[in-house]
């Protein structure tokens, strides 16, 4: 029996994924496992990285009796599956693990799919108590994360000022301002081509609403501005537009639409879990960060011309395929370690009734190393690594099982994992209300 198994471990970022674990500071407490469809491929990766004690296995993920045979050879606990694009590859998988009661985890950025995994798999994992976690890369851990962090900090302030009832404040609104410094693999840009190539406009732009991923409405969303920058920060930092802003704002307000459905059994069966305090109209925002007003207005028109321009014009797809990395290629390990994330969070919350003013938090998360690459690989292994904490020790809504998000799954035990890899460094504090310099 394996702890862990890795499927796609001889792609790009399955290899990064395999050598984070085979160092791992824990590693004498898990098996690992690792899977792919070359069996020359497996074991050029155990000779290359010297794995001795992890067993490869082969499998098509397209074929349900390859899948079977892996499941029954490997008995695994945790499936952490690499193989995108997920839209054409990743279904059959995680249907197996929802079957068999085994946890799931993703990295992939493909809305349609987790839209899918959620109205097929979620009742289904609920029975079987299996945790399918999609989305444990760069989308959207950090979103989710910061978010969760500042509710987080809005529950413990309100905690100690006693004459506030803990339901009626929460976060109303909450900005993140983000820097990545990083590159690309051939399986993202395949991944993004194929959406782009696969769904229908009308699906396309849907998938891109708020309230995409989310059990409960999202009553105010706020609209993406081609110029934004944060609220109260001065000197006014500026961002525009991007194309992960909206698959990351679907799943926090994922996040916060799980919590609200589930409130009322934190009271009864938490055992004194605190519910994040997200209030009932929160609203979630991105901005990527430009240096001033004029080029976050360049970046956004060259993002959205740019989407447009794919969508439209098939050549022109074509033409990027060619561009583009391969599938399997990917930055050098010296460009890996150049990159870095920079995500700087501003939330407000609801006006407290006795001075009718808003509680501010401000958070901060630093990445160090590529966000795509180093830092997905650390924070899949890492959820991978939460999901074998005992049952009874698990947050409310993992104990439930069923498609869940990071922080609905996880929350401090993910938080204190990402620390503890020094990769991550998150700090979220309550600020007098005025300006923050
Ligand atoms: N969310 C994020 O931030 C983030 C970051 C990085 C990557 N991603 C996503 O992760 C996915 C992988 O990216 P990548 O660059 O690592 O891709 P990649 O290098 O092409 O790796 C894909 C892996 O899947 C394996 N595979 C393909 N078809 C298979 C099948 N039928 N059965 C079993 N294994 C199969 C490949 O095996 P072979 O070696 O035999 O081809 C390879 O090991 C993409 O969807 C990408 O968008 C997301």
Redesign the pocket.
Known sequence: MVDILV?????????LITRYFAVHRERDSFKLGI????KA?LDRLVSELNLSNIQPFT????NDGSIKALFDEARPRVVLS?????IK?GKPLARACAHNGVHYV?????SPFVKDLIIELDFLATKTKSILIP??????VPSDAIAYLAAQTLRSALKTMHEYSLENVGIAESHTRIAVKGGM????A???LNMVETLSRKDLMYSQTPDYLSPVKVRSPQRLKFVSSLPIVRPKRYGGIFFLIPYNISVVQRTRGLFTLYADKFDKDGDGEDLPAYAEDYSYTELWAASNRFTAFFLSLSIAMGGACLLLFPPLRWLARKILPE????PSDEALEKGSLNMHNISISTPLSTTGKPIVIESHLHGRGD???TL?AVMASEVALSLLTPQEKLPLLARKGGVLTTMTALGPILLKRLSASGRFEMESSVRDDGTIE
């Open positions: 499927v796609g471990a001889t792609g790009y970022t399955g290899h899977a792919a469809r070359s491929k499998v098509d993920v397209t690499t193989v995108g694009p997920y590859w993703d990295i992939t950025g493909e989305s444990c890369g760069l989308d959207s693999s051939g399986g993202t395949s991944s993004v599938p399997g290629q990917g966000p795509s690459y997905t």
